[in-house]
């Protein structure tokens, strides 16, 4: 059976303005997912799963849906405040959702095979899609085994100054043993520095793995999510901006020894749109990728 995408779309993308992942960045229009779908389509994987807000399913549909349905199985499912598990509660005057792992859990219907989880307004690039598709071709029929595409910190810079990146810690075997956030990251004189908790910069190498949120999972992993979202909403659930994050529930499950989780290292380039500044230097990175050859001019 071939592994399954799951793109999650739901931000509407406010710092951004209006719905991101709709916007067409390629020349003929093409959003970032559909160069995600493209690499994935050709690394092998077998069906597309979006979760998106019920509140623009019909434009989600008439832009991206429609355009792959004679390409690859795609699904939809949908990311709501309300969706928590029965008996739980949570503050009612919470506007958004919980959070990337809670996005996850809205797949459990609907996948029930390895399955690699990517953000919608990412450009991941498609040696990580092939990467990905191998080490979950591998897992098909087993369980606890997981992988996160690790991105050397060098290759996420922006143009436009810091970022914050989750740094990864791995052991002697590339296994992940915990993601520390780190913020201010940036280039200075040929030398990649972070600003440490005591605000002192500390150079890191170009090659240190980040998590840029590609994660690889086996089915288990919903069983999982939905029990520690349940000891989530237990204690955070009455919090206004709680947020159930996917590192959150895959380090509890490190720590406890349930699962293994293989950082496997790409030579691609990540770029994405945070904000709207940055959507000429992805128009430009885009159209760099096409004369190249990377890409064709039309995707589909």
């Given at each position: 059976m071939k592994p399954?995408?799951?793109?999650?779309?739901?931000?509407?993308?406010?710092?951004?303005g209006g719905l991101k992942q709709l916007d067409g960045l390629?020349?003929?229009g093409e959003t970032i997912m559909d160069y995600s779908i493209y690499d994935a389509i050709k690394a092998g994987f077998g069906k597309i799963v979006f979760v998106i807000r019920g509140s623009f399913e019909k434009d989600f549909r008439a832009v991206v849906i429609d355009k792959f349905k004679d390409l690859i199985e795609t699904d939809v499912v949908f990311q709501e405040i309300d969706k928590v598990p029965e008996?739980?509660?949570?503050i009612p005057e919470r506007e958004k959702p919980w959070g990337t792992n809670h996005a996850v859990l809205m797949g459990k219907d609907a996948i029930h095979e390895p399955f690699a989880v990517i953000n919608a307004d990412d450009f991941y690039g498609q040696e990580s899609f092939a990467i990905l598709a191998d080490f979950l071709r591998s897992v098909e029929g087993k369980k606890n085994e997981y992988c996160m595409i690790g991105y050397r910190v060098g290759n996420?810079?922006?143009e436009s100054g810091a970022v914050s990146r989750g740094v990864c810690v791995v052991d002697e075997n590339q296994l992940l043993k915990n993601v520390v956030e780190r913020t201010h990251i940036e280039e200075k004189s040929g030398t990649i520095n972070y600003v440490d908790e005591n605000g002192k910069e500390v150079a890191i190498v170009a090659t240190t793995p980040v998590s840029m949120n590609m994660w690889g999972f086996t089915p288990d992993y919903f069983d999982y999510s939905l029990e520690y979202f349940k000891e989530f909403l237990a204690t955070e659930g009455q919090k206004l901006k709680s947020e159930f994050y996917i590192p959150l529930a895959v380090n509890n499950l490190i720590v406890e020894g349930k699962v293994t989780c293989k950082v496997l290292d790409t030579p691609?380039?990540?770029?994405?749109?945070?904000?709207?500044?940055?959507?000429?230097?992805?128009v430009i990175k885009i159209n760099e990728l096409i004369r190249n050859g990377v890409y064709p001019k039309k995707l589909f």
């Open positions: 399954t995408l799951f793109v999650l779309a739901a931000g509407m993308g406010s710092r951004y390629g020349p003929n008996g739980c509660t949570y996420t810079l922006s691609s380039k990540w770029f994405g749109v945070t904000y709207a500044e940055d959507r000429p230097q992805v």
